[in-house]
């Protein structure tokens, strides 16, 4: 779900690029017909999405890794051997808790109160992104 969430909020932007991986995920699985089923209802397909495991060549290959649950941060600091950092989704984000747990397994109720916290919460880091693009932005052209 949050990569697709991510995806839509960005609204084609090609400067970001966004992609999840599980800790679990076996490859190629498609989405939960739970999430699927969330994330229609808010216009959000990702019946196309097909899950990839966390690798050290993935993280490697990110500017910042964002985690649901603590667990995965400290799982996957120790295979990512760059200097990415690694944070809480929920970290920082107002009337939202630093983790948000998986709610693979849970009805349709858990999944929405899951949507609607990962959307606050890339809402919330995906400004903090464009906003310190503008500035390094404005530092860089003025030397």
Not at 27 to 33: A, C, L, T, V
Not at 93 to 109: C, F, K, N, Q, S
Request: charged fraction near 20%; aromatic fraction near 8%; proline fraction near 8%.
């Amino acid at each position: 779900m949050a990569e697709g969430i991510a995806k839509s909020l960005l609204s084609g932007n090609p400067s970001l690029h966004i992609q999840s991986a599980g800790l679990y995920a076996v490859p190629g699985n498609p989405p939960s017909e739970n999430a699927v089923k969330v994330c229609l209802k808010h216009g959000i397909d990702i019946r196309q999405h097909r899950a990839q495991p966390v690798t050290p060549t993935l993280s490697a290959w990110a500017d910042l890794i964002f985690c649901m649950e603590r667990y995965q941060c400290l799982e996957i600091q120790t295979f990512a051997y760059s200097v990415v950092p690694i944070r809480l989704i929920g970290e920082s984000v107002p009337d939202i808790p630093d983790e948000i747990p998986d709610p693979y397994g849970y009805g349709l109720e858990t999944y929405e109160q899951t949507f609607q916290s990962l959307t606050r919460a890339i809402a919330f880091h995906l400004g903090h992104l464009r906003e310190r693009r503008k500035y390094d932005r404005k530092a860089e052209a003025s030397g």
